[in-house]
């Protein structure tokens, strides 16, 4: 390593003079001794102080830039140098060399800045702050033939489309345009790997999504799906399975997606279609995601109702019923579920059969499936009185509804199952609705939910407890009164966060509970009148209309 030591020595001197022959010369010999042990050599780089000189020989008439750009990119390959790097205020000339016309010095950049910046988010901030991106996508539609600078461009792009910062300035580019075209080139699986590992993070963005989709990406994508959904080879398995997600990604784009869904009729709503009866599991998965995607609004869902949708996803879920794919399962159901939105769909798809489809999976241990599986339900039943009661008097369902009710470690299946256990009241309005749920042990459920953190969840299980107390309060008084009621309605209306709508359901609720004895005395014990006087005064009409009715039933009760 002596010989080491000269050459820095000597380059510090020619770094001064800039004679570019001797120059070029310790370059050289520096590039030789990191390729035969880079750590060595670039600690010894920084121990002599020569990184502070590389600032001022980035420039872009030299001879010498390139090499030492690629010195800089070899050193910045250690973690340890690129601090260092860094300091030496390298970043603001090599983003300056971007510009250049030099095809060897723009690659060396472009590594140089990738090591340094490497993992580090705040240093590639500061690039996006420096307008690297615009340039980038430049040099990507100038040297598109330039293998190694095109592949410099991509992983530049990868690491930067990380950042959420990065989506703007490249919505601002032709990065979308450019990407397809180098796509539609590309033969070699890597490749093309390459380019969706930028393509991924981007279409993360809804402008870009609508880019992508106007450049021409879709058609590629189905391509690539229709080449390789026979092949048993893993890269193909792979490349499919990329395609299709992508597909689906696109499709989150509410434009992009609308676009795309051509009133049903477009020819990609088809294509997608016909991968749900296929027997590739990627492709049922990806079809189903897709139609939950395509179905996020009223206008679509009819559509695709009148048009038989509902029968080739219950076929789908058939054939997962017995040990079946769980995320198939999860995607059938979403879509089934965002189907079942628009009121009209309702009755069209209780009348094909889905609540018994879906009723298949009532024994699966899978929370993301149970989750599903209560939206969809509840869905189907809002404002259906007959398909409410009739779920409603089903045993085995309510049974399980009280079980999940306790699924403290599943947050959505808990609550969902809440919403659903008050949703059957609600809309069924049946006293043997009723009485199956107190017999099935779900009271104390819906008076948990009445403390509930959100205001929807509150109101739904008061005014299904207001049902129950007019309908059956006998058959449900003694679950009411162990479940702590009262002492939960008095805590709602003292509360001054309570809702104004809470509050008024909170009082139609005690007026309710009159009627049974014990839980009338909780009710006097409780000194009720002092609360609701004081809301006669709310701010809220309704409140204050109802406290005084209240306040009244209050009085004479006592």
Request: aromatic share 2%; net charge negative; hydrophobic share 45%.
């Amino acid at each position: 390593m002596d010989n080491l030591s000269d050459t820095l020595k000597k380059l510090k001197i020619t770094a001064v003079d800039r004679t570019e022959d001797s120059l070029e010369g310790c370059l050289d010999c520096l590039l030789q001794a990191l390729a035969q042990n880079n750590m060595e050599t670039s600690e010894k780089i920084q121990e002599s102080g020569i990184l502070q000189l590389f600032a001022g020989l980035l420039i872009p008439q030299s001879s010498c830039t390139a090499k030492v750009a690629n010195i800089i990119a070899e050193v910045a390959k250690n973690e340890f140098m690129r601090t260092p790097c860094v300091d030496a205020g390298l970043i603001s000339p090599l983003v300056q060399l971007l510009n250049s016309k030099d095809q060897e010095v723009l690659l060396q950049t472009g590594r140089a800045l990738g090591n340094i910046c490497y993992d580090s988010h705040s240093l590639q901030a500061q690039l996006i702050n420096m307008g690297v991106i615009p340039t980038l996508v430049k040099l990507l539609g100038i040297h598109c033939q330039n293998a190694a600078l095109t592949e410099m461009c991509l992983v530049a792009f990868g690491n930067l489309a990380e950042l959420e910062s990065s989506k703007e300035q490249f919505a601002s580019t032709n990065i979308a345009e450019e990407l397809v075209k180098l796509f539609k080139k590309q033969i070699e699986h890597d490749k093309k790997e390459m380019i969706f590992e930028v393509l991924a993070p981007l279409a993360e963005n809804d402008a870009i999504k609508l880019q992508l989709v106007e450049a021409g990406l879709v058609e590629c994508l189905l391509e690539i799906v229709q080449q390789k959904v026979d092949s048993d080879k893993e890269d193909d398995i792979a490349e499919l399975k990329t395609a299709s997600d992508l597909m689906v990604l696109l499709l989150l784009g509410d434009e992009s997606m609308q676009k795309l869904f051509e009133g049903g009729k477009g020819n990609v709503f088809q294509r997608v279609l016909s991968w749900i009866p296929s027997n590739n599991h990627q492709l049922q998965l990806a079809g189903a995601l897709a139609i939950a995607n395509f179905a996020r609004n009223d206008g679509n869902c009819i559509h695709m109702v009148d048009n038989g949708i509902v029968e080739t996803l219950m076929d789908l879920l058939d054939r997962h019923v017995e040990d079946g794919n769980v995320t198939v399962q999860h995607a059938a159901l979403s879509a089934l579920r965002n189907l079942a939105i628009p009121v009209v769909n309702k009755a069209k798809m209780l009348s094909a059969g889905v609540t018994e489809a879906v009723l298949k999976f009532l024994k699966s241990e899978m929370p993301p499936v149970q989750f599903k599986l209560l939206g969809t339900l509840r869905m189907l039943i809002d404002a259906q009185a007959e398909a409410a009661e009739q779920l409603g008097k089903n045993v085995k369902l309510v049974e399980r509804l009280v079980e999940w009710c306790e699924a403290k470690d599943h947050a959505g299946v808990m609550g969902e199952s809440n919403r659903l256990l008050s949703a059957l009241i609600r809309h069924s309005k049946s006293k043997d609705v009723i009485k199956t749920i107190v017999q099935s042990g779900g009271i104390k459920h819906l008076v948990t939910m009445a403390t509930s953190e959100h205001v929807i969840m509150q109101n739904e299980a008061l005014v299904a407890l207001a049902l129950i107390a007019a309908l059956e309060l006998g058959t449900a008084e003694k679950d009411l009164e162990s479940a702590k009621l009262v002492q939960i309605l008095h805590r709602l209306l003292a509360d001054e966060r309570s809702a104004p709508e809470i509050k008024y359901n909170s009082m139609v609720l005690i007026c309710a509970l009159m009627g049974s004895e014990c839980l009338h005395k909780e009710v006097q014990d409780l000194a009720f009148l002092d609360v609701v006087s004081k809301l006669r005064s709310h701010e809220n009409k309704s409140v204050a209309q109802q406290a005084s009715l209240t306040e009244q039933r209050l009085t004479v009760e006592s």
